[in-house]
């Protein structure tokens, strides 16, 4: 069974830094292409950040350009999210998500669409919230 554990949301204020964590069991990360979604309330999912280890291709929405950082670290089998120079409008649900062959932009901008549904895997959530 393909299954992630996220770790690291809380809260944070503006200007500042969280590293969100998400270790895959069942499968190996390095076949997939993986990403980060989020969902603040009252609105729907978006695709902050893809990565396609195959290509190394990058996907980051505009909105977290320059301040977020997608990596993966294969030997533990876990994906990261790092995040700089919070805002408030950063606050929502993250979840990790792996979809095996997908490109990076269609999974990040197609996939939320979908959401869980169109994954692979889909983690749990973790809370980020971004308030003074």
């Known amino acids: 069974q393909l299954q992630f554990v996220e770790s690291g949301g809380g809260l944070v204020q503006p200007g500042g830094s969280l590293r969100l964590s998400c270790a895959a069991s069942g499968f190996t990360l390095d076949r997939y292409t993986i990403g980060w979604f989020r969902q603040a309330p009252g609105k729907e999912h978006e695709g902050v950040s893809c990565f396609r280890n195959t290509t190394s291709n990058t996907y980051y929405a505009d909105s977290v350009k320059g301040r977020f950082t997608i990596s993966i670290d294969n030997a533990k089998n876990t994906l990261y999210l790092q995040m700089n120079s919070l805002k408030p409008e950063d606050t929502a649900v993250y979840y990790c998500?792996?979809?095996?062959?997908?490109?990076?932009?269609?999974?990040?901008?197609?996939?939320?669409?979908?959401?869980?549904?169109?994954?692979?895997?889909w983690g749990q959530g973790t809370q980020v919230t971004v308030s003074s």
């Open positions: 998500a792996a979809l095996l062959g997908s490109a990076v932009q269609a999974m990040c901008i197609q996939g939320a669409l979908l959401a869980a549904h169109g994954m692979d895997a």
